[in-house]
């Protein structure tokens, strides 16, 4: 389709959407998800908006977006749409700071029309540039991925990383983010600080819920399968089946 044509059918849906609004003061928000996890990158990465809805009255227009990158693979989830929530000027921090697994957020609420149109990731493009850089390497090696377990983490397409000597903890866990149409579950492994939940202070990003459950590594030693944070790659994940079969 050409960028003309795209533009006309934008027009018309946004038209369209405009004579339905049943009562004055209610706002067409975009709405949208997506969830990616393979070839993301933050100068290159856009958002298609295409589709809009119509709000309850008092509701505000909402986008939020998890950025999440762990050595060499990152993954983005987010959410535009309605929400009852107050508003709030764009919100972009760390909820896990590097070296090792990190995982960022932008989000924000805002009530003009159509007001939750940012398309790109830039604002974690400014936050990267601030945070210190992390040089001095330990002797921890741990198996690397973000994505769906049957896709983007399928046992070939997992990498090992050299761990930064602040973060030699090997990590892995399952997660769920949901919100609307929104339903993604995925898997993250690498360099952590910690083994525990990476998330636990966060059961909300935003308006997406988002729940956690961790897979302990060291948890294979009592299936007889060798302590999971050493050897081949195919040990590794081996342990991680043996665990999520518990």
């Not at 398309?119 to 741990?142: D, G, I």
């Not at 090997?170 to 690498?190: D, E, R, V």
């Not at 590594?217 to 081949?232: D, F, M, N, R």
Request: net charge positive; proline share 5%; charged share 15%.
């Amino acid at each position: 389709m050409g960028l003309q044509n795209l533009r006309s059918l934008q027009l018309l849906c946004l038209l369209e959407a405009i004579s339905l609004l049943p009562w004055t003061g209610a706002l067409l928000c975009y709405e949208a998800t997506a969830s990616a996890f393979r070839a993301v990158t933050l100068h290159k990465w856009k958002w298609l908006l295409l589709r809009s809805m119509v709000c309850n009255l008092k509701e505000g227009c909402e986008e939020t977006i998890v950025y999440i990158e762990t050595g060499n693979s990152r993954g983005i989830v987010s959410f535009k749409g309605c929400t009852s929530a107050l508003s709030y000027p764009p919100q972009i921090s760390y909820l896990v700071s590097p070296p090792g697994v990190s995982i960022a957020s932008y989000s924000r609420v805002c009530r003009t029309y159509l007001c939750n149109n940012i398309t790109n990731l830039e604002p974690f493009v400014r936050l990267k540039a601030s945070e210190p850089k992390y040089t001095a390497p330990s002797a921890k090696h741990c198996p690397t991925c973000v994505g769906r377990h049957d896709q983007e983490c399928l046992p070939n397409f997992v990498t090992t990383e050299t761990c930064p000597f602040s973060a030699s903890s090997c990590y892995s866990s399952t997660l769920k983010f949901q919100a609307g149409n929104l339903n993604t579950t995925f898997l993250i492994m690498g360099c952590t600080r910690e083994s525990n939940k990476l998330l636990e202070n966060f059961q909300h990003i935003g308006s997406i819920r988002v729940s956690e459950v961790v897979n302990i590594l060291e948890k294979s030693e009592t299936v007889g399968a060798g302590h999971c944070s050493q050897g081949p790659l195919w040990s590794i994940l081996l342990c991680l089946l043996l665990i999520s079969r518990d």
